[in-house]
């Protein structure tokens, strides 16, 4: 790779390509996929530039060689490729199919399952190596506020929320790491990064669409306050270990990863109905994605270690 960045600039430790695929065929026997990659125009423009030919990438400002794409390219066969699309085929009609559910449970005190299958919830193992892992942390706004006002009603409107939002969670690969009270943090740690970062931007956005199309209206509905949250996400090396209290018996698995610290931070610098997500994620998501991303101003003051870490909002 050819990297005309300036001297002080943050190189990314890991660079997602995107491709546009021709004459695609899939070997259901041997599983293998064969197709001509086109680097994909909405992401990289042309440039020759003393005699060579280089494709810039035109959201991270990385310029990659002729020679370095086709060396490559030729090194690709026999990599394996992942899927791992969500449940949810249209967010639109889940939305809808959400709020007639809400609606009735609220009506009849039973609840109604989802026309998709979330996966089950998996319980957190402390693993002798690290791993990616990609987070989010959804926060209620005003929930302080909200619940000394009248305790009972937020109580039911929140047991909603976490409902309905977890349930996305399971829709999208995702687990939840733990509640915070007013929200919680989930996470993804599907083999892709490339997957587990898409799904995270899937996952993010549907909160926010599920919150307003479906959660919203049926708590209205029922007299319960409408509730609004932000939504923070970054990627990270994450480590899962065990603490311990060995003179009481507790123990809890815990996950140590900058990428979960940056999350939360990040979170809390969104505004109501914003999801802002974190340069480590921006760089490993497909152009789809950075189509929708903007780059916000938030004072961070050097709280992740390095000066100026970017920070994107997706509509």
């Excluded at 794409?69 to 969500?86: N, Q, R, T």
């Excluded at 923070?232 to 990428?259: I, Q, W, Y």
Aim: aromatic letters at 8%; one cysteine or more; glycine letters at 8%.
């Amino acid at each position: 790779m050819q990297n005309d960045q300036p001297p002080d600039a943050r190189v990314p430790s890991y660079v997602r390509m995107d491709f546009v695929w021709d004459n695609v065929s899939l070997d259901g026997i041997t599983r293998t996929v064969r197709g001509i990659a086109k680097l994909d125009p909405r992401r990289y423009e042309t440039i020759c530039k003393d005699d060579r030919l280089y494709y810039r990438d035109k959201y991270l400002d990385l310029w990659i060689s002729e020679k370095c794409l086709k060396d490559s390219m030729a090194g690709a066969a026999g990599v394996p490729m992942y899927s791992d699309p969500p449940a949810i085929e249209s967010a639109t009609n889940y939305t809808e199919d959400r709020r007639t559910a809400i609606e009735t449970q609220l009506r009849s005190g039973v609840f109604v399952t989802p026309n998709s299958k979330p996966d089950r919830h998996r319980q957190l193992a402390a693993e002798e190596s690290s791993k990616d892992m990609t987070f989010l942390s959804v926060d209620i706004c005003g929930s302080t506020k909200l619940r000394a006002r009248a305790a009972h009603t937020y109580d039911r409107a929140y047991a909603i929320f976490f409902q309905e939002l977890g349930t996305v969670v399971g829709q999208f690969h995702g687990t939840i790491l733990t509640s915070t009270g007013d929200g919680f943090i989930a996470y993804i740690d599907s083999q892709s990064v490339n997957v587990q970062s898409d799904n995270a931007l899937d996952m993010g956005l549907t909160f926010l669409a599920v919150l307003e199309g479906a959660v919203n209206p049926a708590l209205e509905a029922e007299g319960l306050p409408r509730l609004s949250i932000r939504v923070g996400a970054d990627h990270g090396v994450a480590a899962v270990s065990e603490l311990s209290v060995p003179a009481t018996g507790f123990s809890e698995k815990v996950v140590r990863s900058d990428g979960l610290n940056r999350c939360a931070k990040i979170q809390g610098k969104a505004k109501a109905g914003q999801f802002l997500i974190g340069r480590e994620l921006y760089e490993r998501i497909h152009v789809q994605w950075l189509e929708r991303c903007s780059e916000v101003e938030v004072s961070l003051a050097g709280a992740f270690g390095f000066e100026n870490y970017e920070v994107y909002s997706v509509i």
